[in-house]
């Protein structure tokens, strides 16, 4: 079965690496707004959506994996910034706390679909600003939630649970999903 990675991501590419060899690229342009308000939920309702437009359009005989990375501190969602600062914004808020990280899958495969989620925790360091604009301008986290990749190395002190769901799509339970298909 033909596998389609329903997700413009260069990061989530390389993780689905990790569980199968060959798969299609094939972002949507699935709505992600949304008024539900708790972060897992909210991150599987976009994953769903994701995963049947691209089913709308790759259809049976293929199986559709798409995926939508939140970050929320303190009831409130961060996602990409608009602009530089925006992004500042958020890393300011980031900055010294931790927050969580929720991913939400949807697997859809013969016309019947699966979602699931997972959640981390991230801690960042204390920065200055200085750091967080020289960071911004670095690494142009513009299509990345929360302004921040973990896999940049600079702002994060540590971090709880799985560091691919942070990245951005959760491998290890993917991999027990593989096996279901």
Known sequence: MKVI??????????LLKKVVEEFEVFATDADERTDESDPAKRAVLIAREKAR????????G????ACDTIVFLCGRFYGKPRDKEDALRMLND???????VYSGVCIIADGR?????????????????????KYIERYRPFDKAGSYGIQDGELVKGYEGSYDNIVGLPVEILKDKKHDH
């Open 94 to 100: 980031l900055n010294g706390k931790t927050h969580e």
């Open 62 to 65: 293929c199986l559709i994996v």
């Open 53 to 60: 437009a691209a089913y709308a359009v790759k259809g049976n």
């Open 5 to 14: 990675l329903a997700s413009a991501s260069p990061r989530r590419a390389e």
């Open 113 to 133: 679909e699966e979602t699931f989620f997972d959640r981390s925790e991230v801690t960042f360091k204390e920065n200055t600003e200085a750091a967080l604009e």
